[in-house]
């Protein structure tokens, strides 16, 4: 199993700035034990977004995109995934970390005759433009994936695909598009209904960022080959660990109290993830859209306005010593930092001797590996030297077991983080106000009396 190491927000290490943790686990035991109770009895309960919680025991979407990853075996070169926020940076965290390195520049041999595989998430015309220059639509499946089925970015996305692959394809063109939405409602469902596409459902209750263990994920990581039954394995266990109401057993609780402590008691809302492993760094990224979106949110259950605050930041070992670590040290004592470490990496990469009697002398025979867990420990004791608080979360080795455990723990934290603020981690207003007036703004029917009024505060210049 993975594992959480929170020495470092003790008061015995880092002094005031600490957390007594075993009073405080004491004094919260029974309410987390009622957090974790409630969520379990309330995960099959629509409209309670919950349904996350079962994503590990669905065999039969597991078995499904099994299936279509065996039928398309061998037809494609590349995948190319349509969607953004939750509905891209899932796939895109777990297939960066799970290829082989550098996975689209390899050939097809060191691919296992695997597709490579590219997310476009974003809409800007240089950069797609740029992919569709490189890219060989005869030989691509589409797989575009959005919930509500009419996002803008991920449908114009589309609508630019689907014209070049039609223009190149012909009718045939639908059998190079697998779409990813709602099972009835959205126009995506529509489209794909009316010309025929391939479907896999995002089911009801699950929230984009909550996603990933549904085929959202599941279908472009099948496509490349990764292995989606030792996910499930990896998102099951954990589940069964943190069923546990006992916090003292069940890490996302733990972790969860800490950033909760930390912020309410310390004023230390700012939640660093900074993972020592290029291959993880996306995770970083999914990680701080779950915590943003889930926890940024101006009311309370109650309705009290508390313009909630706790604020994610991604950072990147070794590389970010060299830029953000003067701040963590030195600048505002209001962050926590959770470090990720891979206890052993997959390969082991020695500096030979090659310049003797030099300043390097200390380097030589030792490992890259070796340098980049002492960077690791000498940043981890630095913070500590500063008094600022980090937690450490242990991956044995990066893997589809460890990465669905993690993945799995960290929802599950952000869902019991959610109700010790008593606020709704799970729906996103401010994102949809957002996606309203792109509606308004680009003339979609319905949205008028939104663009009057947009236009009016754009021409008065009450904005910009
Ligand atoms: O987490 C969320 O709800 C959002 O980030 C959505 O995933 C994102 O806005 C994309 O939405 P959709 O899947 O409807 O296209």
Redesign the pocket.
Known sequence: MIKLDYTNVSDKIIGDEGLDIISCFNEFAPKIREIITNLNMNKDKPGQWLQWMNLGYNEETVWYVKEFAAMVDGRFDNVLVL?????A?GGLALSHALLKPYWNLLDKEQRDSFPRIFFLDNIDPDEISGLLDILDLKKTLVNV???????A??MAQFMVIKDKLEALLGDDYRKHVVATTDKET?ILRQLANEEGYKTFV?PDDV?????VFSA?GLVPLALVGVDIDEIIRGIKIMDLNLKNTDINNNIAAQNALIHYLMDTKKDKYISVMMPYSSRLKYIADWYV?LWA?SLGKEVDRAGNKINNRPTPIKALGATDQHSQIQLYNEGKNDKIITFIRVDEFDNQLDIPNVFEFTGLNYLAGKSINQLFNSEADATKVTLCDYKRPNVTIHLPKINEYYLAQLLYMFEMQTAIIGELYNINAFN?PG?EQA?NYTYALMGRFGYEESANQLNEKLNNKVIL
Do not use: P
């Open positions: 969607g953004t926020g939750g509905s940076l994936i959005t919930k509500s089925g009419s996002t970015e991920t959205g995002v929230g984009g960022r909550f996603s959202v859209q979106e996103q994102v996606k």
